[in-house]
């Protein structure tokens, strides 16, 4: 989700038709320069409920091994010291948004972007995150669109305060997340959120990303505006 600042990132779902999101892999590139503005600075809309007409993926993180900052953060990881789950994450399961399958863990590409594969969820490994279930903000990404077709966050936009999400492991254990807000946000503001990309030390969050057209498309067909979902474990 530039030299002084990171390069932009950007999830985009493929689609088959030229007026709809362009033809290109989706795209997660790190852009936030350190001193970005407060969490809310730029964002629109958030709420307790979500959109229902959210029809395509993206976001933009900040660069690799920074965030926005808001106080300090140890150089291993903001959840280095916390107790982890002694698995690997595994799956992951958003009942009203009939999203139920693998996550896996995924970096930045050679090119700065992060591409998830069609029908994947992946939780982003770099720009110091954390895993799912640690201590700190996991970003997760994915897909409402392949080709025309939905993808595994179609529904995504569906989603509101007060839903579940799970976490399983691949020990076999499980965590709960309860979705706390949604938001359909300006790309550029995301990119300086400290919402998402801001230290959270206190408890284990999520920030579940793809693409919303609430704010129209940029001229190369790529929604301006990404739908955010926060949930804390």
């Known amino acids: 989700m530039t030299t002084a600042a990171p390069p932009s990132t950007t999830t985009e779902d493929r689609t088959s038709s030229s007026a709809t999101p362009s033809d290109d892999p989706a795209r997660l590139a790190a852009a936030a320069p350190a001193d970005g503005p407060a969490p809310t600075a730029g964002l629109q809309g958030w709420s307790a409920s979500a959109r229902a007409d959210a029809t395509d993926s993206g976001t933009r993180p900040p660069a690799s091994g920074s965030s926005p900052s808001a ?3 140890t150089g291993t990881g903001e959840g280095a010291e916390a107790a982890v789950p002694a698995g690997a994450p595994a799956w992951i399961r958003i009942s009203s948004a009939a999203v139920d399958g693998a996550i896996v ?7 700065g972007t992060i591409n998830p594969g069609r029908n994947e969820v992946i939780w982003f490994t770099g720009s110091n995150r954390v895993s799912p279930g640690q201590v700190g903000t996991s970003v997760v990404a994915g897909h409402v669109t392949w080709e025309g077709a ?3 966050f179609a529904q995504l936009p569906s989603v ?3 839903d579940t999400v799970e976490v399983g492991y691949s020990d076999g254990s499980s965590r709960s997340f309860t979705v706390t807000s949604t938001a359909a946000v300006d790309k550029d503001a995301l990119a300086r959120s400290l919402t998402v990309w801001g230290p959270h030390p206190d408890r284990p969050r999520l920030a579940i990303i793809t693409c919303d057209p609430v704010l129209g498309y940029q ?3 790529h929604t301006e505006a990404n ?6 474990g």
């Open 71 to 73: 106080g300090s953060s």
């Open 105 to 111: 863990p995924q970096g930045l590409a050679a090119d």
């Open 150 to 152: 939905p993808d595994a």
């Open 160 to 162: 509101g305060a007060g």
């Open 219 to 221: 001229a190369d067909g």
């Open 227 to 232: 739908f955010v979902v926060i949930a804390e």
